[in-house]
């Protein structure tokens, strides 16, 4: 049976004139240069702060409406990591806008070289739904950070909160320096016409490739955060208890509808049992027996996304696998004896559901994850020299160990994808470069003009011995 997919509540559009009009008259604020100002950033870096304070209520109440999350884990998934960014920048914005002094080869002394941080101009930063107000706003922050114009595209399938962050925008910003455009795929490729200096997209790989391929038009820079199946490892060695808590919460954080959630398990044969007996137990020591009911548990997105989790539903159920249409609702579940041919195992799963996979040698584990595409995030447990050997022979976006998540909750680590999970990256000083050209430049004296660069190279031979 699948549920009936229902249009977006009244979702506001943004026509193709409104689009090119919000265009232009960004041009025209960059170009004014008011925006380069390090005091004009820093003003507006902690006016998107004040913002954020004034409307969490709101925010809070918009992200219950449309994906059941908890104003607790709103706080901590959404607008503390915005708090946590954005005075980080505040903080260090004067040192990383200062030019950098770097060596100069002794062949073109006396002069000097300097690396100097210029904003790249416009950015346009379309978001995902499944956090649709932190990624939204956390892009944002480093389009201020850099000195650039932005325009946001929340996503329409979370209308409450795109609604909010348009009005909260539109309250503390004029709109030809940051603006709010509505819509779904006709105002993407409206805003596909335009050549932004830059394109921040966080979505699917799929969409993903659209985007990058509406920016090589333009030769605009892109950065793609985007998705895949993040393995998590369970070694023998591992602490169960606290492997099967942790995996338990990295997968029902935002009902699964997380991009760095862990996919799938692969865990040693040895200890499935236990491990599988803790995830379930810690399922409801945090929402209870009847999880239908906790506060503390979201919701699936919308239809489509209840549709799509469905088929997976028909494997060997270990825990959960109870539906309810109406309220969008999956229980966390655990498949069983999965198999790499299995339907789930060939997508991002996006949702409450975690296949388990079984190995012997670490190395089986390994071999598996190699021959699949590059996920944006990996996690393993259990002991230091099997982590060492994990890091060693795979690539991911980023890593845990012995945990899930937390990587991305720490600014001073760089945050992206790589291969099919995205390129770019950000979080701290990375959201500041993501929007900014490092401008390299050599400034040499007049007082004195050393003759071996010019013809007829009469001190050839000193060159070359300078160069060698």
Same mark, same amino acid.
């Not at 925010?59 to 908890?70: I, Q, R, Y």
């Not at 430049?441 to 001190?459: A, C, E, G, R």
């Given at each position: ?7 977006? =509540? ?9 689009? #090119? ?5 960004? $041009? ?9 100002? &390090? ?6 870096? =902690?006016?998107?702060?004040? #913002? ?42 004067? @040192?990383? !806008?200062?030019? @950098? ?8 002394? *006396?002069?000097?070289?300097k690396i100097y941080f210029e904003p790249l101009g416009i950015g346009l930063i379309i978001a995902p739904w499944n956090y649709p107000f932190q990624l939204t706003i956390n892009p944002l922050i480093g389009a201020i950070s850099a000195g650039c114009c932005a325009v946001l595209k929340p996503s329409p399938d ?20 940051? !603006? ?25 790989? +799929?969409?993903? @490739? ?32 606290? #492997?099967?808590?942790? &995996?338990?919460?990295?997968?029902? &954080? %935002? ?17 499935? =049992? ?9 399922? /409801? ?9 906790? %506060? ?11 549709? $799509? ?10 825990? +959960? ?5 109406? /309220? ?5 579940? &655990?498949?069983?004896?999965?198999? *790499? ?19 012997? /040698? ?7 994850? %190699?021959?699949? /595409? =590059? ?10 020299? +099997? ?11 980023? #890593? ?9 909750? %720490? ?5 992206? +994808? ?17 929007f900014t050209h490092e401008r390299g430049v050599v400034n040499s004296t007049t007082k004195l003009d050393i003759p071996l660069k010019y013809p007829p190279y009469k001190f050839f031979g000193l060159i070359k011995k300078i160069v060698g």
């Amino acid at each position: 049976m699948n549920l009936k997919v229902e249009k977006n =509540k009244d979702m506001e559009e943004t026509s193709a004139k409104e689009i #090119a009009e919000i265009y232009k008259n960004q $041009r025209t604020f960059f170009a004014s240069q008011e925006t380069k100002s &390090i005091d004009f950033r820093l003003q507006q870096l =902690k006016k998107l702060k004040k #913002a954020i304070l004034q409307y969490e209520d709101k925010v809070n109440k918009a992200l219950w409406e449309d994906l059941h999350k908890s104003k607790e884990e709103a706080f901590l998934t959404e607008t503390s990591l915005l708090i946590e960014e954005l005075n980080y920048h505040i903080k260090s914005l004067k @040192k990383w !806008s200062q030019p @950098k002094k770097v060596g100069t080869p002794l062949q073109i002394k *006396p002069s000097g070289s300097k690396i100097y941080f210029e904003p790249l101009g416009i950015g346009l930063i379309i978001a995902p739904w499944n956090y649709p107000f932190q990624l939204t706003i956390n892009p944002l922050i480093g389009a201020i950070s850099a000195g650039c114009c932005a325009v946001l595209k929340p996503s329409p399938d979370t209308p409450d909160v795109a609604r909010v962050i348009k009005e909260m925008i539109s309250e503390f910003f004029p709109s030809e320096y940051i !603006s709010v455009v509505q819509g779904g795929k006709e105002a993407n490729q409206e805003l596909f016409k335009f050549p932004f200096d830059v394109m921040f997209f966080t979505g699917s790989p +799929g969409v993903g @490739k659209t985007v990058m391929k509406a920016a090589a038009e333009h030769l605009s820079r892109v950065v793609l955060e985007l998705g895949g199946k993040s393995p998590c490892i369970v070694d023998k060695a591992a602490n169960l208890k606290i #492997a099967g808590k942790r &995996i338990a919460w990295g997968k029902i &954080i %935002n009902a699964g509808q997380t991009c760095i959630a862990p996919d799938y398990l692969l865990v040693h044969k040895d200890i499935k =049992k236990d491990l599988l007996a803790e995830i379930s137990k810690s399922f /409801e020591e945090m929402l209870g027996d009847n999880i239908a009911n906790s %506060n503390h548990y979201g919701r699936i997105v919308n239809p489509n996304a209840m549709n $799509r989790l469905m088929k997976y539903l028909d494997g060997d159920i270990y825990y +959960g696998g109870k539906v309810n249409l109406e /309220e969008k609702y999956i229980a966390p579940t &655990i498949l069983n004896n999965v198999k *790499p041919e299995d339907e789930i195992m060939q997508e991002e799963i996006f949702g409450p559901i975690l296949p388990v996979m079984e190995f012997e /040698e670490i190395e089986q584990a390994l071999s598996y994850i %190699n021959k699949n /595409e =590059k996920p944006l995030a990996l996690y393993y447990f259990g002991k230091d020299n +099997g982590a060492d050997q994990v890091l060693r022979e795979t690539s991911s976006g980023g #890593a845990c160990i012995n945990d899930t998540l937390l990587h991305v909750a %720490n600014h001073k680590l760089p945050f992206g +994808g790589v291969g099919n999970s995205g390129m770019g990256k950000y979080h701290g000083k990375e959201s500041f470069l993501a929007f900014t050209h490092e401008r390299g430049v050599v400034n040499s004296t007049t007082k004195l003009d050393i003759p071996l660069k010019y013809p007829p190279y009469k001190f050839f031979g000193l060159i070359k011995k300078i160069v060698g």
